[in-house]
Structures are given as structure tokens and as C-alpha cells.
């Protein structure tokens, strides 16, 4: 009885059974579904970044968010879903960031505001008493 080196006996063997593990990797990739929720809650949080007054007081941090929204945008339009959710979790995180920082900046204004406010009557109450 001859010995044989493995599937080099069986040709179509070792071809079947590469087919199949190819074929059963192909059926397991997983279809990805459109990130349309993140890009809702993207698109919100831009818009609510802009009535924060974000282009005033974060227009740097603003315009990345908007600048990853379009990326968001175009990776949907060529079906790169994965791209598309990464860009548009990212532009959630800096229009949020920007909203924040709106936030402070006006709270930072009106705090200057008071300030002034004290300071002026402090200067009144000082000259109406000599």
C-alpha cells in the first residue's frame, strides 16, 4: 500500500473543501445596516450646536463637526456604512463640544456683563457719597 501526502491525492477534495470555507466565510460577513439614527442624532446635534451660538463662540470645533457630517454624507451615498457612523458619531462628539463651549462662552459674557454692572455702581455709590 503507497502512502499519500495528505490532500495531495485527492485534488478535488482539498478544492471542495476550500470552497466551502470560503463560501461559509462569505454567508458570516454581516450585512450593515445604514446608520440612519446616528445621522439624525448628528444632524441634531449640529443644529442645536448652531442656536447655541456656536459659530460665535466655537466656530473651530463647529466646522469639524460639519466638515465630518458631509464626510458622513458621502460615505452613505457610496453604501460605506462603517465610515459613515464613525463620521458621524465624531461629528456628534464636536457639535456637542461646541455647544458646550457656546455655553461657556456666552455664561462667560454674562458674567463679564455683571462684573462691569458692579463695577460702574460701585463707582456711582463712591462719587454720590462725597
Same mark, same amino acid.
Given at each position: 500500500m503507497k502512502k499519500t501526502d495528505g490532500f495531495k491525492s485527492?485534488?478535488?477534495l482539498s478544492v471542495a473543501v476550500a470552497v466551502a470555507i470560503f463560501m461559509t466565510g462569505c454567508a458570516s460577513a454581516p450585512t450593515i445596516p445604514a446608520p440612519t439614527e446616528q445621522m439624525a442624532?448628528?444632524?441634531? @446635534?449640529?443644529?442645536?450646536?448652531?442656536?447655541?451660538?456656536?459659530?460665535?463662540?466655537?466656530?473651530?470645533?463647529l466646522k469639524s463637526a460639519?466638515?465630518?457630517?458631509?464626510?458622513?454624507?458621502? @460615505?452613505?451615498?457610496?453604501?460605506?456604512?462603517?465610515?459613515?457612523?464613525?463620521l458621524a458619531e465624531e461629528a456628534q462628539v464636536d457639535a456637542q463640544l461646541a455647544?458646550?463651549?457656546?455655553? @461657556?462662552?456666552?455664561?462667560?459674557? @454674562?458674567?463679564?456683563?455683571l462684573r462691569e454692572s458692579d463695577r460702574v455702581?460701585?463707582?456711582?455709590l463712591d462719587r454720590s457719597a462725597k
Open positions: 485527492y485534488p478535488m442624532l448628528s444632524h441634531a @446635534a449640529i443644529n442645536s450646536a448652531n442656536s447655541a451660538g456656536g459659530s460665535e463662540y466655537a466656530p473651530v470645533q460639519m466638515d465630518k457630517m458631509d464626510g458622513a454624507e458621502r @460615505a452613505m451615498g457610496t453604501k460605506n456604512y462603517d465610515l459613515a457612523r464613525q455647544a458646550a463651549a457656546a455655553r @461657556a462662552g456666552k455664561a462667560q459674557k @454674562a458674567a463679564d456683563a455702581l460701585h463707582k456711582e
